[in-house]
């Protein structure tokens, strides 16, 4: 068994609109991540993946549950006990636009987390962080500044940042969807070598699609809870709550003879200011019962290997 080393358990991070109005923007949520593991957390837009990922990394206060890195409990740690952390656990961010400081060249920017650190060899750690994230011989790209790099580039420009640390783990937060499809694939894989050898890597992503490829474990994530999880290949062939049913009937199939009768969602978009009472998703459900609005189902075995659905119907 390969080391754990992110835990979260039943993560509650509620943020405050006006003096009343509460958004639980995660609402009970454990999961975690081993050494080698890539593990997907997938859900719409707002249901609570950034949050729980900044949450992880103590960039937004945790309201209630635990967060442990190896056997520390993190959950309230100061800046300065998170810094050791931060070496181990890196975050890589959606918009390498946005991420990388535009008045740097590649090699400072790759630099700055071993200065802040004040790590030496720096030279040495740079370009050996490059060339694990793809941007070989570093030479071509050391004096160069972002604008002279591809979308693509500047994603691995911000992966051999986070690699600068040597880290244990990686949180990727939708490392490719501000990128053009055609290397979407190269970073993915990148991320996939990555934990080959040995990174956890938890990977937020909307697309289950792009989950399924390389993912060990999935988590599926609806208005701030994860309502399945599994393996990857089990969520995917045999999913079990009507909601992972509607996201795996739009994913494209290789072969058309296994494509399902795509799943239109019907109802609003959920809002974690109003959680509905019961499962959160009877409103949405299209098998929901007269018990779905009163019973709030806990994540049940639903199948091998940890395969686990909050439905009352599993
Ligand atoms: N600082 C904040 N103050 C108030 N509400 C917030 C704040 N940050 C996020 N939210 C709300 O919390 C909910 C979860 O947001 P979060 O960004 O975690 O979702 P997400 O799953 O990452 O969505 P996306 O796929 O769009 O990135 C959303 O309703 C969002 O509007
Ligand atoms: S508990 Fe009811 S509403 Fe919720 S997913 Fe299952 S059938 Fe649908
Ligand atoms: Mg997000």
Known sequence: MSETLLTIEDLVVQYRQGRK??????????????????V????????????????????????????RYRDRDITNATQ???RPIRRELQIIFQDPYESLDPRFRVKDIVAEP???????????RVRAAMERAGLTPADLYLERYPHELSGGQRQRVSIAAALALEPTMLLADEPVSMLDVSVRAGILGLLNDLRTSGLGILMITHDLSTAA???????????????????AHEVIRNPQHPYTKALVSVVPQPDPEQSMQPEILQGETP????VPTGCRFH????????????EDP???PAGSDGHRAACILV
């Open 271 to 274: 809002n974690p200011a109003d």
């Open 114 to 124: 071993l200065e802040i650190h004040g790590l030496d060899n720096r030279d040495e």
């Open 213 to 231: 490829h390389f993912a060990d474990r999935i988590c599926v994530m609806y208005l701030g809870r994860i309502v399945e999880e599994g393996p």
């Open 283 to 294: 409103p949405r459900c299209p098998v929901a019962t007269a018990a779905c609005s009163s």
């Open 21 to 38: 109005k509460v958004v639980k923007a995660v609402d009970g949520v454990s999961l975690t991540v081993a050494a080698g593991e890539f």
């Open 40 to 67: 997907a957390l997938v859900g719409e837009s707002g249901c609570g993946k950034t949050t729980t990922a900044q949450t992880a990394m103590r960039m937004v206060p945790a309201t209630s549950g635990t967060i």
């Open 80 to 82: 300065s006990e998170m």
């Open 298 to 300: 806990p994540l049940r």
